[in-house]
């Protein structure tokens, strides 16, 4: 009878044990994300020099194509050293995802060598968060490329 028992109590054991390893279905799936971003208007200025170092801030405007469709407003501050520049920037877009429309605030990180057109600048975009249609979307990629050529890649998903 003991045995039994314990078979039992290991067999319910072993089936919620199961049960509980199965993964969550996700409502939307992750999905790629890839377009280009395009600088409209850029208004920089420069805020101190300390040594080597040069802080500028300034504000751009922008439209990306690709999976976010519509204009953004950037913010940002850089730092630019003798060997190259970092970047920081808080971006603020409208427009489509899909079907769906709303707000998004990006961090945007990176970096470059310089302010020349043929310069390759890099760097990393993570959605903060969202409003109206797009409240749920995350999401995090790469961007890069020429100033006159930049593209982004990376995934999304609704949660």
């Known amino acids: 009878m003991r ?3 314990s078979a039992a109590l290991i067999a319910c054991m072993l089936v919620l ?5 199965v993964p969550a279905v996700r ?8 377009g280009a971003i395009i600088y409209k ?21 922008l439209e990306l194509t690709g999976t976010f469709a519509g204009t953004a407003t950037d913010v940002w501050k ?7 520049q970092n970047f920081r920037n808080v971006l603020t877009f409208t427009g489509m995802v899909g079907d769906k429309s709303g707000t998004l605030t990006f961090r945007l990180v990176g970096c470059a060598p310089g302010l020349e057109p ?7 975009w ?5 409003t109206d249609d797009l409240e749920n979307l995350r999401g995090e990629g790469t961007w890069g490329g020429m100033a006159t050529d930049l593209q ?4 999304i998903e609704f949660e």
């Open 3 to 5: 045995k039994v028992l």
């Open 17 to 21: 044990l199961c049960a509980l390893s």
């Open 27 to 34: 409502a939307e799936p992750i999905t790629e994300a890839q």
């Open 41 to 61: 208007t850029i208004d920089w200025h420069v805020g101190k020099v300390v040594g080597d170092n040069t802080f500028m801030y300034g504000t751009s405007t």
């Open 78 to 84: 850089q730092v630019v050293h003798a060997d190259g």
């Open 118 to 124: 043929d310069v390759v600048w890099s760097g990393a």
């Open 126 to 130: 993570t959605i903060l968060h969202g």
């Open 152 to 155: 982004y890649s990376g995934y």
